[in-house]
């Protein structure tokens, strides 16, 4: 089947390294010349992302009958509803329902309006006068965010980010003054927890789960510095994480399920790869957000384990036909990025990167171009993450190995790794965490 790819990022580079083992015929659209996607492509081409007609005009041209999209920025700018049009099937969501996550306001006003478990206290402005007066009032600690999409980078946190009023007015200010994620501010309660991610598989009615990752955003190790777009993730073998339980895990799937169920019920189904960022606290999983899409790195992690045929799953999707019977490989996986130096505060790009994939690969490791550009023969960063290098083995202390292993063959002068995800001293400080808050 002939398939099209947006996107040029490690979460398509892994997307579309699926679709290949699944016997798809790839043709790809992105900004960047990802050597990854290029080499499974029977076709690429480089452009602006959000360029609807012209990725419309080279679906044609192809004759693609089945569309996967990668980011969230095509998506909110409508590209599936483009490609349906042209009778394209799509397994990613339309514009309406990719609100779940181009509208932080959209996600918590829904959950709210249908009672769904999970939800948190919020408000959403529109001018930073009223959200100052909210503040000056609530009597719990907060979390500010910019409605619309910002990468990934735009949470800032009572207590870690923001240590003040004036702190916290500031920033409104500046979401406001800089127009950052171009639609207000919505303030929400901080909740206290661990972070997990559970992303599903949709039709727009079914869902089928994937493994149980945990992101991590901070840059720097022991979970220090400015929020990124991601710096690593793992997952356990079995599926589940350690801090957390099945009945845990069952609350949260319950309550995408019915997210799923209000949204077809708005008249917007879902279809497509849907994320959910969620807290696990004392009072079980709370919404962080809810993600149009596979998380970045979380999808290199599930995607390396799937065993399923993803092509098979994607027309599924697409088509309102999943079936509960996708299948993952038991092992554990620990995904560390490799970024350029000064990445979440001004990163140092342009520099020449090289990336030995066979002894990667005798490490028991996988490789995943991201934001990284073929020019003159040579592979350049930009200002974003490199390359994810995610270790597979039985265990998660034999997958971080061999993702460390498998690092030295990632060379450059510029970039930087958290070398401390997936290992046992930080898995064991999130255990301990949630012991804590339980009174264990």
Do not use: W
């Not at 948190?120 to 500010?144: P, R």
């Not at 028991?364 to 490199?386: E, H, I, M, P």
Request: charge should be negative; proline fraction near 3%; aromatic fraction near 8%.
């Amino acid at each position: 089947m002939k398939i099209l790819t947006v996107g040029g990022g490690g979460r398509e580079h892994a997307a579309v390294e699926a679709l290949y083992r699944s016997g798809g015929e790839i043709y790809s659209v992105m900004k960047n010349a990802n050597p990854g996607i290029i080499n499974r492509a029977e076709g690429y081409l480089l452009c602006d992302e959000k360029d609807v007609k012209r990725i419309c005009e080279y679906a044609k041209e192809n004759d693609v009958r089945l569309a996967f999209i990668g980011p969230e920025a095509p998506l909110e700018v409508g590209i599936v509803d483009a490609l349906e049009n042209e009778g394209i099937l799509c397994a990613s969501p339309t514009k309406a329902a990719a609100r779940i996550e181009t509208s932080k306001s959209f996600m918590r006003d829904l959950v709210d309006k249908y009672h769904i478990k999970g939800n948190l206290a919020y408000a959403s402005f529109d001018n930073a006068k009223d959200a100052e007066e909210y503040v000056k009032n609530v009597d719990h600690e907060i979390v500010v965010k910019p409605i619309g999409l910002t990468g990934g980078k735009g949470v800032k946190v009572q207590g870690e980010h923001l240590h003040s009023f004036q702190d916290i007015m500031d920033y409104i200010n500046e979401i406001f003054d800089m127009n950052i994620g171009g639609a207000g501010v919505i303030i929400e309660e901080k909740a206290v927890g661990e972070e997990f991610t559970q992303m599903v598989f949709c039709d727009g009615k079914n869902i089928t789960p994937m493994p149980l990752v945990q992101d991590h955003k901070r840059a720097y190790e022991g979970d220090v510095g400015p929020n990124t777009g991601g710096m690593g993730s793992y997952t356990d073998a079995g599926h589940l994480l350690p801090f957390i339980t099945e009945s845990e895990r069952k609350e949260a799937l319950d309550i995408i399920q019915d997210i799923v169920d209000a949204m077809a019920e708005e008249g917007c189904p879902y279809r497509g790869p849907m994320y959910g960022q969620f807290m696990l606290t004392v009072n079980g999983p709370k919404i962080i957000e809810i993600n149009a899409r596979f998380g970045d790195p979380e999808a290199m992690n599930v995607l390396t384990l799937l065993k399923s045929d993803f092509v098979d799953v994607c027309y599924r999707m697409a088509t309102g036909t999943l079936a509960d019977d996708v299948e993952f490989y038991d092992d554990a996986t620990v995904c560390k990025y490799v970024v350029p130096e000064g990445y979440g505060v001004k990163s140092v790009s342009g520099k020449e990167i090289s990336v030995d994939i066979d002894s990667i690969e005798r490490c028991g490791a996988r490789a995943y171009f991201a934001n990284v550009d073929q020019k003159d023969g040579k592979l350049l960063t930009g200002t974003s993450r490199s390359i994810g290098i995610v270790g597979v083995a039985q265990t998660m202390d034999e997958a971080e190995s061999n993702c460390e292993n498998a690092l030295e063959y990632v060379k450059c002068d510029h970039i930087t790794v958290r070398h401390d995800i997936g290992t046992r001293a930080l898995v064991q400080r999130r255990v301990d965490h949630m012991k804590q808050l339980r009174g264990l």
